[in-house]
């Protein structure tokens, strides 16, 4: 009898060791799976984009790199892209809205891994990195510039590293100092005056700008952060080291993410977006134009001559789809913006597309208390979060930073 | 006292084994149990056809823009030709729609309809809704798909 009542205690131990023991397992299956999707090693490499025939050309990239740090590509050669995408912050400006030649109504969005969205700027208005970097340069409120004033620098500044690149520049002779189609009176009318094919050879070289720029740009990509360490230590079955530990604090953060919080709905991903758009309740700023997001944004990407389907694009058509059945209509994308990237967001306040909150306790406090809209309905819904649940959202979301 | 032993062992056995079964079927059980009807082919909902609905490269990836066949008989069997579809849908639990539009873009023969466009930005339980209408007169369905 001795020898069962030891056997029965050992098992007891043996059951106690399993369930209690050693510790309650951090993490069940389900949620390993998901926080193994979110990790940076998940990446996967950046695609070609056959839309753009320079975008891994190495010359196109050096080009392009010159012309985003190059305030000469501006109205009055003080405004360049690094003017608001700041190389040492992300690549933004840590601005509520950015300023350039004006004051603009959007905060400036950071770059990293950009080459993979989808869709550009806060509403998806552009549907090509290339195609994105023309608007900023037309912009009156940000570098302010025109098409043929930008051909003729180009010539005058780049003429020969741009040919030895797109081949050889069209006679600009007779085109314009000042015309687009979209400024001023005055460079409207000088731009209607001009015959089709000047008008084409202009707009042509204006791609082929955007093209180097989307080539350098392609380089700028997420880096690995305390998050993805511990995820990856979590997969191999590894007990993380040093920083790579996480806190209690910072375990809770991240189950409530991934949880019952729901942020990984939208936020999903090793780039913590799902590249679409939702309304998330985000209040508009008093002053600023009615911003209607991407409701707004899809007649303009459908009208830029620079799209997919227009005649600029290399490849061919098969690479539109995302233009092709994107969606029109509907009371799904009145006030939605783009889910944006939470990597680095820690480091770079504020926060939101008109930089509405200044700091993660504000956009945590945001999607517990869930405000509706005030145009279109809000897809998020109340958290009712403990102070402690939002403090540890927050020290979760700093992972991702450090 | 040798066989107190066995039979505490058989014991023992017989409840390691019972626990096992358990946790199996426990972790082989669909994860939301009484959840939405997943398969892939069905009647629709008047009875007119019987709709079949795989993605065309037959893996469903989160996040990527796909194209899935939409294969149509009638309630006889025969291959449906000629019909115009509709496709719609979203996710019942978050109350919003799909993030792209699909549309049926091409007609491959033998009744298969090419529904481009489709993509499933978030895990969870999506539908999609189709409306049917051919010479057998107009119908729906609508196809649940889990991620």
Redesign the interface.
Known sequence: MRR?ASIASL?ALAAFALLGGCGKPQFGD?EKK?IASLALNTLPSLKVDTTNQYADVPAAAALGSTLFFDAGMSRDGTVSCSTCHKIDRQFQDDLPQAVGVGHTNRRTMPLAGVARNPWFFWDGRRDSLWAQALTPLENPLEQAGNRAAFAHYIKKRFGERYERIFGPLPDLSSAPANATPLGSDAEKAAWNAMPTGRQDDVNRVFANIGKAIAAFERSIEPQQTRFDRFAIDLATGAKPEGNAAFSPEEVLGLKLFIGKANC???H??PRFT?????NTGVPPVDGLPPDRGRVDAVAQVGADPFNCLGKFRDGDESAC??L?????D?P?ITRAYKTPSLRGAADRPPYMHAGQFSTLDEVVAHYSKAPPSVEG?S?VHPLHLSERERAALVAFLKTLSE | MASTWRYILAGLGLAALLVGIVAAIYLTLPQSAPGPDLSRSKKTANGLFVASFEPERGVVRQGELQSWLLTLKTAAGAPVEGAAITVSGGMPRHDHGLPTSPQATDYLGQGRYRIDGVKFTMSGWWQLHFGISAAAGSDTVVFNIVL
């Open positions: 069962i098992l389900a998901t990984v709905t939208c999903n991903g799902d590249n679409s758009f939702h789809r995302e092709r059945f994107m969606v029109k509907g799904q309905v897809e």
